[in-house]
């Protein structure tokens, strides 16, 4: 065969194996492109989330999306919507239903553990999102929460500390106590308060996730301690609420807030811009959703012999954001993942 007909060869090859995908005519055969391209096409990947609708989860699932139909994978997205006994089930039906990769977004360390252990016992590799579950399945990909808690505990002390001239007092706003968020962030906050007898914590409350819960716990504790410094809060989502009472008692810049969360730009940037939060540390969700494109290609690729036999964790690098480090670019926008990619 001469080499044009080898070309045409390998370009027919590569657009057998790519379908409706788009047009890789005239690729030359690097040794692996046809082959990664092939290994991926007609494939199953099932993505059960807490619940759609808010940026991490679609920033993610708009990476998968993409992914899909570039390499020709069929993708099941099962939306619980907030629903622990409903992501459950999801999750029993498609480990029934066999996919070749299961990727799922626990709520709660210990909720779905026997589930990501019975996938890996039938043979489906899994990748758990953000928040860590006790069976590891075979990727994590997420932040490490006791280091993000470190990070707001340093930034806090930095605000209320000695030589601040505040009064040290400080309150922390936890989500939902069983979830890794609240159980390892408060371990790091008291661990790291423990250099720093001057601050105090006088309200340590869980909101579970809900702004407007938040927002009336943070409005008693207002009240409660007017010469409160500040409040370490642990979602973005939620912690507006917090914001919004701050503002209401007429507090906005003397009572700082630390949140955190996926850097979304109206969720982040803007919220440091408009003086909302204070210090802001993102686990920046975009750069998650192509490390989960790069996971699940991986897994397509090459099935572990034994599924969750050797995890592999991909704690995501974190990124302080402050009035001094809000450049544009700091932060992302789900319409521009969407059409552009991660």
């Not at 070309?7 to 194996?17: Q, R, V, Y």
């Not at 043979?123 to 990727?139: C, F, H, Q, W, Y």
Request: proline share 5%; glycine share 10%; net charge negative.
């Amino acid at each position: 065969m001469n080499k044009a007909l080898t070309l045409l060869a390998g370009a027919l090859a590569l657009a057998a194996a790519m379908g409706s995908t788009p047009s890789r005519a005239g690729q030359p055969d690097d040794g692996l492109v046809n082959e990664s391209a092939a290994a991926m096409k007609g494939k199953k990947v099932a993505f059960v989330p807490i619940a759609m609708g808010f940026d991490l989860t679609e920033a993610w699932a708009a990476g998968l999306k993409l992914d899909a139909q570039a390499f020709g994978y069929d993708l099941a997205i099962r939306d619980p919507n907030w629903s622990v006994d409903a992501g459950a089930q999801a999750i029993s039906q498609l480990i029934a239903e066999n996919p070749d990769v299961l990727v799922i977004h626990p709520p709660e360390i210990q909720a779905y553990t026997r589930l990501i252990q019975q996938a890996n016992a039938q043979g489906i590799p899994v990748v758990t999102m953000n928040l860590k579950a006790d069976a590891n399945g075979d990727m994590v990909i997420g932040a490490n929460w006791y280091d993000l808690a470190v990070r707001q505990t340093n930034a806090m002390v930095k605000l209320c500390g000695a030589g601040s001239g505040k009064s040290g007092k400080i309150a922390v706003m936890q989500g939902v106590l069983t979830n890794p968020t609240s159980q390892y962030g408060i371990q790091a906050i008291e661990a790291t308060l423990k250099d720093h007898p001057e601050i105090k914590i006088v309200s340590n409350q869980a909101a579970d996730w809900d702004a407007s819960k938040a927002h009336a716990i943070a409005g008693t504790v207002l009240k409660a301690n007017p010469d409160l410094c500040g409040f370490i809060g642990m979602w973005d989502n939620m912690d507006v609420g917090i914001a919004a009472a701050i503002k209401e008692a007429g507090r906005t810049g003397q009572v700082y807030l630390v949140s955190s969360g996926g850097g979304n730009q109206a969720s982040a940037c803007d919220n440091i811009a408009n003086g909302n939060f204070t210090t802001y540390i993102s686990y920046d969700a975009k750069g998650q959703a192509r490390d989960l494109m790069m996971a699940v290609r991986s897994l397509l690729q090459s099935k572990p012999a034994q599924p969750g036999e050797h995890p592999v964790a991909l704690y995501t690098p974190l990124k302080t954001i402050d009035k001094d480090s809000n450049y544009p670019g700091a932060c992302w926008t789900l319409d521009d993942v969407r059409k552009y990619g991660p």
